[in-house]
Every structure is written in C-alpha cells, then in structure tokens.
C-alpha cells in the first residue's frame, strides 16, 4: 500500500521516503563533486604558482649569471690595463737609463776631448820653450 509515490528518472514508483533518501543522497554526491572540483581548482592554482616561481627563480639565476660574466669580463680587463701600464713603466725606466747613458758618454767624450786639448797645449807650450834656445826637460 504506496500512499505517496515519486516517479525517479525511469518511471518506477518509489515510496515517498524512498525518493528523499535518493535525494539525499544525490544531493550528497553534488556536495562531493563540488568539493573535488574545488580541490582540484586549488591543486591547479597552487601547481601554476610554483611554475611561476620556478620561472621567476630561473630568470634570477640567468641575472646572476650574466653578472658574474660581467664581472669576469671587467677584471680581465683590470688586468690587461695593469699589465699595459706595467710595460709603460719598464719602458720609461729604459728609455731613462738609455737617456742617462747617453749623456754619461757624452760627457766621458767632452771630458776626454778638454783633457786632449789641455795637453796638446801642454805640450805645444813646452816645445816652444825648446825652440827658444832654452832647454827644457821634459
């Protein structure tokens, strides 16, 4: 004896408690979809996320990278300028002692030429006396 009858999806005739429990229980498996649906709209998100910082973290690295390359690049650079103005230096230290030598023989050559001079007229000097008639021990 059916007192209340609710027709489901396939035409069968449930009794009215019957229906409601279905109900029910379609209602909680809704709830439960909706959930996982949630969830997984969540796990997405946070999946997105960490491939954002990944790619964040990643052009960080390739920054840094292209710094510690700049870095190298400029003290390379230091280096060939000290090692530039070290040759400048040893060669202004040779031109230098060339310069000093060069005026040292020169003066060595003057020296040497007043020195000649000075006895040629020495003895010029002496041999007039000779010719005098005077007598001269050399």
Excluded at 32 to 38: M, P
Aim: with cysteine.
């Amino acid at each position: 004896m059916v007192t209340s009858c609710v027709q489901n999806v396939h035409s069968v005739c449930l009794p009215a408690s019957a229906a409601a429990a279905t109900v029910a229980a379609t209602a909680a498996t809704v709830a439960t979809t909706i959930a996982a649906t949630a969830t997984a709209t969540t796990i997405a998100a946070t999946v997105a996320a960490t491939a954002a910082v990944a790619a964040t973290s990643a052009a960080a690295a390739t920054t840094a990278a292209a710094a510690t390359a700049a870095a190298a690049a400029a003290a390379a650079t230091a280096a060939a300028i000290a090692i530039t103005a070290t040759t400048v230096a040893a060669t202004a230290a040779t031109v230098a002692a060339t310069i000093a030598a060069t005026t040292t023989a020169a003066t060595v050559a003057a020296t040497t030429a007043a020195t000649a001079a000075t006895t040629a007229a020495a003895a010029t000097a002496a041999l007039s006396l000779c010719s005098g008639g005077q007598k001269s021990y050399l």
